[in-house]
């Protein structure tokens, strides 16, 4: 069975910074790709940065580069989203995705097989 859990969600004044951690298991594959998405209310899905097995190249929202950062380390199938100089609209549900036999990213979510339940992140100003 695959599994994501994610962490390092909480509560940060407008600013701060939080790091999320996403570790995954069950799946063995050699192409993957890992999203990173989130859900404020009252809102669509949106994807914020991904980056796959194969090239290890992170891809961002166009909005959030500078800010977002997505690392990777593929021995322990475990990504992180490191965010900075948080913004009340950056208020969300944060959600882990994998889309497994991938060899690039996208911000679709429904190309991904597997989520995580989500981790709050609540910014505020």
């Known amino acids: 069975e695959v599994q994501l859990v994610e962490s390092g969600g909480g509560l940060v004044a407008a600013g701060g910074s939080l790091r999320l951690s996403c570790v995954a298991s069950?799946?063995?594959?050699?192409?993957?790709?890992f999203g990173w998405f989130r859900q404020a209310p009252g809102k669509e899905r949106e994807g914020v940065s991904c980056?796959?097995?194969?090239?290890?190249?992170?891809m961002y929202k166009e909005s959030l580069k500078g800010r977002f950062t997505m690392s990777s380390d593929d021995a322990k199938k475990t990504v992180h989203l490191q965010m900075n100089n948080l913004k009340p609209d950056d208020t969300a549900v944060y959600y882990c995705?994998?889309?497994?036999?991938?060899?690039?990213?996208?911000?679709?979510?429904?190309?991904?097989?597997?989520w995580g339940r989500g981790t709050q992140v609540t910014v505020s100003s």
């Open positions: 980056i796959s097995s194969s090239d290890h190249t992170p």
């Open positions: 069950g799946f063995s594959a050699d192409d993957y790709a």
């Open positions: 995705a994998v889309e497994v036999g991938a060899r690039k990213c996208s911000d679709y979510p429904y190309n991904y097989d597997y």
